[in-house]
């Protein structure tokens, strides 16, 4: 794809071997998804495939929360980013990366991990933080002090979903979490991070919601509307007005949400510099992503969809990391338009994927 084409994907996942041994030994993903394999070669194979010259790398749920609020779960927090800045170095100009925290309960180890973040390594874009940490969501009184750490080191935030304690766990006795649950997770934390006046309190923090932010574009406005009963307001800590300009502050990714009554919503709901690209790779199956990724192609070369096709969101992505950016971390950097740089371990032949890349063509002349 040409410099127009080229897209900076900001929800990708990455499995270090550290990651991978910890599920292991806890019977695995403990949302009841399966563990994808991950190399280097395949995740630029497909990033080529999908036209992303520039990857934010992130471990995915549960993270380091896999091992609770322990010193366990510290070591594993620092050892996972040590990994996959490892991998960023690799392939220096293709990879930045989202740094891991411990599970927010254990407020000391996360407040020490986000400062030898900024202040020692100061090599990572932003932090993951998932939806909810044992029974608590994001805005939950206990974690301000970490908002307040984010705050004054002007962090960018990945909110990523987590399973929630819900039964029956599986829809249909089958349907892991991740399939529906997981947009959920992401409503329902969003929505406590306005209440709680986190959004409000944090104004150097900016946040990425996955998967286009889960069922808040429908739903959103009616949790805002619920502050007009005076019993509920008394016990949020921002007004309706608040709450309506702390909603707008979002950003979203396309992961996974790309059907046109999705893409529509999103756009009826926010602004387009508000909107990232985003794959989900290693988590949804190839074929999968590549059918979204069409979607997304078709839809961004109508005139409907022009405000977000790839060279829009890709400024909103490049003007997002770079307005974070401290002293070692690893930025896009922008491509000669004289230049196409051959895919360095070629494509994955896909229809969908060829498709869309053959609808940017036409649509770049």
């Not at 794809?1 to 910890?22: E, G, R």
């Not at 993270?63 to 392939?91: D, M």
């Not at 959103?220 to 009963?229: D, F, K, T």
């Not at 988590?283 to 979204?292: E, L, Q």
Request: glycine letters at 8%.
């Amino acid at each position: 794809m040409s410099s127009n084409q080229s897209q900076i994907d900001t929800h990708i996942h990455v499995l270090t071997p550290s990651y991978v041994k910890a599920l292991d030994e806890h019977g695995g993903d403990p949302s009841g998804w399966g563990t994808p394999s991950w190399t280097l070669e395949e995740c630029v194979r497909f990033s080529d495939t999908v036209g992303a010259s520039f990857s934010v790398l992130s471990v995915t749920t549960p993270g380091a929360g896999l091992l609770g609020p322990t010193k366990a779960g510290r070591k594993l927090a620092r050892t996972l980013n040590e990994e996959v800045w490892e991998i960023c170095r690799q392939r220096k100009g293709r990879f930045g990366y989202f740094a891991s925290l411990p599970d927010f309960n254990d407020v000391e180890g996360t407040l020490d991990e986000i400062k030898h973040i900024f202040e020692t390594e100061k090599n990572a874009n932003g932090v993951v933080v998932m939806t909810s940490y044992g029974d608590r969501l994001l805005g939950d009184e206990k974690f301000k002090p970490i908002w307040n750490a984010l705050d004054s080191y002007k962090a960018l935030v990945f909110v990523h979903p987590g399973p929630l304690k819900i039964t029956p766990e599986k829809i249909g006795g089958f349907l892991p979490q991740p399939v529906l649950d997981f947009p959920l997770a992401t409503t329902r934390a969003a929505v406590s991070l306005i209440v709680s006046g986190i959004v409000t309190m944090s104004p150097n923090v900016d946040i990425i919601l996955s998967h286009a932010g889960g069922a808040l574009p429908y739903v959103g406005q009616r949790a805002i509307s619920c502050l007009a009963v005076p019993s509920l307001a008394s016990q949020s800590q921002v007004s309706m007005v608040e709450a309506q300009h702390a909603i707008s502050r979002f950003y979203y990714d396309l992961a996974l949400s790309t059907s046109m009554p999705q893409l529509k919503a999103l756009l009826a709901f926010t602004t387009p510099d508000k909107i990232l690209f985003g794959s989900d790779y290693p988590y949804a199956p190839r074929p999968g992503i590549y059918a979204t990724f069409l979607q997304y192609s078709k839809f961004a070369t109508s005139d409907e969809g022009k405000s977000i096709k790839p060279a829009c969101l890709t400024q909103n992505a490049a003007k997002l990391l770079e307005k974070h950016r401290i002293e070692h971390c690893i930025v896009p950097v922008a491509q000669d338009p004289g230049l196409s740089a051959e895919p360095e371990f070629g494509l994955e032949s896909n229809k969908d994927a060829e498709q869309a890349r053959n609808l940017w063509a036409k649509h770049d002349k």
